[in-house]
T-cell receptor, first 115, second 110 residues
Framework: DAGVTQSPTHLIKTRGQQVTLRCSPKSGHDTVSWYQQALGQGPQFIFQ???????QRGNFPDRFSGHQFPNYSSELNVNALLLGDSALYLC??????????????FGPGTRLTVL | AQRVTQPEKLLSVFKGAPVELKCNYSYSGSPELFWYVQYSRQRLQLLLRHISRESIKGFTADLNKGETSFHLKKPFAQEEDSAMYYCALDRGSTLGRLYFGRGTQLTVWP
């Protein structure tokens, strides 16, 4: 199992463009969360998907949207890119079942640079 | 609202010295607290969580509800402990939404 995988590794866009980032969860995981990590900061929660629906959302504008597919993989879309959207975007997956706490596993991230 | 504070951005110690990475939190409920670690060129990974009360790689962390702290400690630091450490909080009622501190870069000198 390769664990959580993300693509692409790096991405350069210009202001106003749109971007799509992709995430494949760890085998057996059904819940995917996205985090934004700006330089020098800890990860900030964007939103979470479970059963193909957005279940929770952090304090991010509607320009940030997502999707989860039947195979549990997920996409993060950002429209009308701003310079401030430059960050490392992390995907994390976990299994929602069972009675005990289930660890989240993180992917390597996608480094987005907006020029 | 919940908040996680790591007051030290950088921390340096010599090999064999004790190390303590500080974490304070604010949350009115009963949170779950975690320490995540990111070694150079590796992904973020869970180091330990308060409820398991484990010692991982010689690290321990005790939840102090009175002081709302969850400091990470190791009695004898090793060079391989050099990494970025993040304290994180889960409110417990959510599906694994984590609130992270800004992180502490630990450097252990030989």
């Amino acid at each position: 199992d390769a664990g959580v995988t993300q693509s692409p590794t790096h991405l350069i866009k210009t202001r106003g463009q749109q971007v799509t980032l992709r995430c494949s969860p760890k085998s057996g995981h059904d819940t995917v969360s996205w985090y934004q990590q700006a330089l020098g900061q800890g990860p900030q929660f964007i939103f979470q998907y479970y059963e193909e629906e957005e279940r929770q959302r952090g304090n991010f504008p509607d320009r940030f949207s997502g999707h989860q597919f039947p195979n549990y993989s997920s996409e993060l879309n950002v429209n009308a890119l701003l310079l401030g959207d430059s960050a490392l975007y992390l995907c994390a997956s976990r299994y929602s079942g069972g009675s005990s706490y289930n660890e989240q596993f993180f992917g390597p991230g996608t480094r987005l640079t907006v020029l | 609202a919940q908040r996680v504070t790591q007051p030290e951005k950088l921390l340096s110690v010599f090999k064999g010295a004790p190390v303590e990475l500080k974490c304070n939190y604010s949350y009115s409920g009963s949170p779950e607290l975690f320490w995540y670690v990111q070694y150079s060129r590796q992904r973020l990974q869970l180091l330990l969580r308060h409820i398991s009360r484990e010692s991982i790689k010689g690290f321990t962390a005790d939840l102090n509800k009175g002081e709302t702290s969850f400091h990470l400690k190791k009695p004898f630091a090793q060079e391989e402990d050099s990494a970025m450490y993040y304290c994180a909080l889960d409110r417990g009622s959510t599906l694994g939404r984590l609130y992270f501190g800004r992180g502490t870069q630990l450097t252990v000198w030989p």
